[in-house]
């Protein structure tokens, strides 16, 4: 089972950036898919980004396409999410979750098995 440990929240104002990390440990993920999820308080969570590792083919949600930014890096076995022109709306706890279904990229949390344990984003007006 792949362990994930996110890192690179903050706070910030809106229009800047940031970048978040997910370093995945265990295994390798050469045959899952990755995505990051947000949960603000009192709502669901959401997809916002996925990739296919084997591929890199990546997915976004209409919301953050064209500011968002989802990338790998191979050697460290670790993903990352970098973010532009934020705004307050982006405010959330960002999760990085895995998933065994590595030939697509599915926007239900329920298809992924692996989560990391959240890091928050809040963007200030």
């Known amino acids: 089972q792949v362990q994930l440990v996110e890192s690179g929240g903050g706070l910030v104002q809106a229009g800047d950036s940031l970048r978040l990390s997910c370093a995945a440990t265990?295994?390798?993920?050469?045959?899952?898919?990755i995505a990051w999820f947000r949960q603000a308080p009192g709502k669901e969570r959401l997809f916002v980004a996925g990739?296919?590792?084997?591929?890199?083919?990546?997915d976004y949600a209409e919301s953050v396409k064209g500011r968002l930014t989802i990338f790998r890096d191979n050697t460290k076995n670790t993903v990352h999410l970098q973010m532009n022109s934020l705004k307050p709306e982006d405010t959330a706890v960002y999760y990085c979750?895995?998933?065994?279904?590595?030939?697509?990229?599915?926007?239900?949390?329920?298809?992924?098995?692996?989560w990391g344990q959240g890091t928050q984003v809040t963007v200030s007006s």
């Open positions: 990739m296919r590792w084997i591929r890199g083919s990546t």
């Open positions: 979750a895995a998933s065994p279904f590595g030939w697509l990229i599915s926007r239900s949390a329920n298809e992924y098995n692996a």
């Open positions: 265990g295994r390798t993920l050469g045959s899952s898919t």
